[in-house]
């Protein structure tokens, strides 16, 4: 575990951060996996049953990792303040109340699942597909939570190489049971769903056995709820919860969208949102490893350190954002390309819808990471309903261009591309004025209990 309260900021997060983000692109190569196996051995229009059923998946899972990041800036803070009771009584709460909450999500994911798609005009010619997929992934949501939960909790520690060797089993299995289900067993879409929920369940075991051996604060002994532990952990989780909630629901909303251009422009735009999130994942790592450096030090009463860990992230932001622009800009048909069987009819359309969507979201790398250096600031000093505000701006601006440029210049799947680095440019100047005003000091959690 990394002590961030001492030491070269921007080295100790670069150091944490890279572990995490191997870790990360290979949960993105997992969440990839049903992608391409599907659209290589089944079809293109599997594909968009997949990529349809995802932003569902998303929104209805939203409020248990809003909880859960909650819980992980709760845990930082308490790990920085030397608070080892209070932390592990945080652990035991999180799995009392997220047991109850991903039980609620089960239910309401299975049964919904057909109005959810016909709500987002899926065509009939995937529904079906996308109906078995969602229903199957929802049925086995508690795996996934309980995975992340854990994974999440001992980055708070500032443990981000077990995540990593955990998400390496996990990524293999998922790819094995993927091609062997579906190329081999010929089970469709309904088995690379069945592949993920498996290689979750056994990733939850081998992630949870491996948190508790290692970390002792992380090992309870007796499972109890705290009534106090929970309300802190709802003040900095349910603002997240709510904006996740949100972002999934503006996901929707452009899926929707996305939806009326037909099932090639689906197919394309599920297979570059897949590279997008795939090429995002070195700045999201850099604001997740902003946010524990901050939680620490604000739990330890070091706000300088806390303010010279954020700009040291925006030092790294830049770069990578840069040479993420660069790679995708140059190789983003190449990754296109994976998704898609050359002998399908469709496969040439398919390609080029994702590789325009692409072409344009990779040039404005630069704002995400600029907008999520100062989120990942503002949640590490707890001030989580900015953070929520800000992204759902970010997420009402991305909507509201995309439906208008569709609208009125006809751009197809283009007016997604374009809108999103407007909400991020604007919201990006917004978040470094709260930041310069001060409006989120007095509201670290070790001064609340």
């Known amino acids: 575990m990394i002590d961030f309260t001492s030491g070269n900021p921007m080295k100790q997060i670069f150091s944490f951060a890279l572990p995490m983000l191997v870790g990360n692109l290979l ?10 196996v599907v659209g290589r051995f089944v079809s293109g229009t599997a594909l968009a049953a997949v990529g349809s059923s ?24 308490f790990y920085g303040a030397k608070k080892d009771a209070e932390l592990k009584q945080t652990v035991s709460t999180s799995i009392v109340f997220l047991a109850v909450f991903s039980i ?3 239910i309401g994911g299975v049964i919904g699942a057909g109005p959810l798609l016909r709500f987002l005009g899926v065509d ?6 996308a109906r078995m997929y969602l229903m199957i992934i929802m049925a086995g949501v508690t795996f996934p939570v309980y995975f992340n939960m854990y994974m999440a909790y001992m980055r708070a520690l500032g443990d981000s ?18 091609v062997w289900f579906v190329a081999g067993f010929g089970w469709g879409v309904a088995g690379a769903a069945i592949a993920t929920i498996a290689s979750q369940a056994l990733a939850m075991v081998f992630c949870i056995w491996v948190a508790v051996r290692k970390i002792e604060q ?3 002994n007796k499972i109890t709820f705290d009534k106090t532990i929970f309300k802190l952990i709802l003040n900095y989780g349910v603002p997240t919860s709510i904006q996740l909630s949100i972002t999934s629901l503006a996901s929707m909303t452009i899926m929707r969208l996305v939806n009326s251009f037909g099932a090639i422009v689906v197919a394309g735009f599920s297979a570059g949102l897949r590279v997008e999130n795939f090429a995002l994942m070195p700045l999201s790592n850099i604001f997740t490893a902003i946010s524990t450096f901050v939680g620490q030090n604000m739990g330890a009463d070091k706000e300088d350190r806390a303010r010279e860990g954020l700009w040291a992230g925006v030092k790294l932001m830049l770069i990578i954002g840069v040479i993420t622009s660069v790679l995708l800009l140059i190789f983003g048909r190449f990754f296109m390309a994976q998704f898609v069987n050359e002998g399908d009819v469709n496969a040439a359309a398919i390609i080029n819808e994702g590789t325009v969507y692409l072409s344009i979201i990779s040039l404005f790398y630069v704002l995400f990471g600029i907008f999520f250096a100062f989120n990942g600031f503002f949640r590490g000093v707890g001030d989580a309903v900015v953070v929520m505000v800000l992204t759902i701006v970010s997420l009402c ?45 007095g509201k670290v959690a070790t001064d609340k209990i």
């Open 27 to 36: 949960q993105q190569l997992y969440s990839m996996a049903d992608t391409i």
């Open 54 to 77: 995802n932003s569902i998946i998303q929104f209805l899972v939203s409020i248990l990792v809003g909880l859960t990041v909650g819980a992980s800036v709760v845990i930082s803070q």
């Open 124 to 129: 009939d010619i995937i529904f079906e597909d």
């Open 397 to 441: 601006i991305r909507t509201a261009s995309a439906h208008f440029l569709a609208a009125n210049f006809g751009m197809g799947i283009s007016s997604v591309a374009w809108s999103i680095p407007i909400g991020w440019g604007l919201c990006a100047v917004f978040a470094f004025f709260y930041y310069k005003m001060g409006w989120w000091k």
């Open 161 to 178: 190489k077990s995540p990593l060797y955990i998400l390496l089993f996990s990524t293999t299995l998922n790819i094995g049971l993927d």
């Open 218 to 220: 992380l090992r309870v």
């Open 104 to 106: 609620v999500v089960t």
